[in-house]
């Protein structure tokens, strides 16, 4: 066998599911601007039992070799959530996907993605969209803008070759997620606060904190929410009861009473947003372990979070009120109560809000309204297969 053979092979065993996770921390170590994630949260991510992702999806690793030495990784999986939504939201029937790629060179990708589609086919799949890593309510999509910079709190930060590489095999873009910046030490338009002022003077609106002593019970809120507003949306798959669980257990730690907000009309709830302080600043030093003392640390941290970015997530409005007037303003005056508190009680400087469908013009048309700008773009690919 020629050392510069390729060969690839499914992850199995320990060995391998190690050297699945030890290759991203290996090939990023002179990105500057990558995260390393804590390596239990990695670990988590692609094991069964752990990840309810796996509940409801197939899911199939792989590792490249070249000479004895791992080279590469890639995950292939078909959501059975997802392929049973309706295709013009852009997943359905026949839609499988790959992610989770690492590749120390352009043939090695070639291999990787080459192989990772041969198992979509074997499975019956008939297109990919591709790169989700590995829900689409995880890390989706190839960075394209804003490599001078890294990620807030989870998104993803690829190399730009893996951009080319994925072009040069055919892939058309699908949709484009952006991720908008703002800063948020100074006041929004004068036109947004008086919209906001209006609000405030309306006694059937009421802009209120989520009450983490009812955590669970004000989780389900905001998913319910969530599902309602997003069910139309390209992409959408609906969360899992047991991945409502997983995502509640897992937020907790870094929730804050004051950063997530629920707006009331007429004592109905009718829309949330959801603010998490930057946790990828405290971790990022930390290159992916928490010993022997980072855990100190990240324990100290989140008694008291200090962070110069805030990252919007999730945001809802209930489906009937979309493209309503009301909608603007709820979520103006979240907005602007989470601004406020982020200033002056976690010392933040700039907001994110993403991501955000290119298309989605309602958001879109919010995001510009406060003066924020595009700082990050990700592409979702597709290819029939």
Not at 26 to 37: K, M
Not at 232 to 248: C, L, R
Request: aromatic share 8%.
């Amino acid at each position: 066998m020629a050392s510069s053979e390729i060969v690839i092979t499914p992850v199995s065993g320990k060995a391998d599911k190690k050297a699945f996770i030890d290759i991203a921390y290996r090939l990023n170590a002179s990105e500057t601007n990558w995260v390393p994630p804590l390596r239990m949260e990695a670990e988590e991510l692609i094991t069964p039992g752990k990840n309810p992702f796996f509940d409801h999806a197939d899911v199939q690793l792989f590792l490249a070799r070249r000479g004895g030495a791992v080279v590469g990784r890639i995950s292939a999986h078909i959501d059975h959530l997802a392929i049973g939504m309706d295709p013009s939201q852009g997943m359905g029937p026949g839609t499988g996907n790959w992610g989770l790629l690492e590749a120390e060179d352009e043939p090695v990708a070639q291999a990787l993605i080459a192989r990772a589609e041969e198992w979509l086919r074997t499975m019956g799949m008939t297109r990919v969209l591709a790169p989700l890593s590995m829900s689409i309510w995880e890390e989706p999509g190839q960075l394209v803008k804003g490599f001078d910079h890294p990620p807030t709190v989870m998104m993803g930060h690829q190399p730009k070759r893996y951009d080319d590489y994925i072009n040069a095999l055919g892939y058309q873009p699908a949709k484009t997620l952006n991720c908008f910046e703002v800063d948020i030490t100074k006041q929004f338009p004068p036109l947004i606060q008086r919209i906001v002022q209006s609000g405030e003077k309306n006694a059937k609106i009421r802009i209120r904190n989520v009450d983490k002593s009812k955590f669970d019970e004000e989780a389900a809120l905001i998913l319910d929410i969530l599902n309602d507003a997003w069910s139309t949306n390209w992409g959408f798959v609906p969360f899992s009861d047991a991945e409502i669980q997983y995502a509640g257990k897992k937020f907790k730690p870094i929730v804050r009473e004051d950063l997530i907000m629920i707006a009331e009309y007429e004592g109905e709830p009718v829309a949330f947003m959801m603010t998490l302080p930057d946790l990828n600043e405290v971790i990022r030093p930390m290159g992916g372990s928490l010993f022997p003392f980072n855990w100190a640390k990240l324990l100290l941290w989140l008694r008291k979070p200090r962070v110069q970015t805030m990252r919007v997530p999730l945001m809802g409005v209930r489906k009937r009120l979309h493209s309503s007037r009301l909608a603007s303003q709820l979520a103006f005056m979240m907005i602007e109560t989470i601004r406020s508190n982020s200033v002056e009680f976690y010392g933040a400087k700039r907001g994110e809000l993403g991501w955000i469908l290119d298309d989605n013009q309602g958001m879109n048309a919010i995001a510009e309204a406060i003066n924020s700008h595009v700082n990050k773009s990700y592409v979702i690919y597709e290819k029939a297969l």
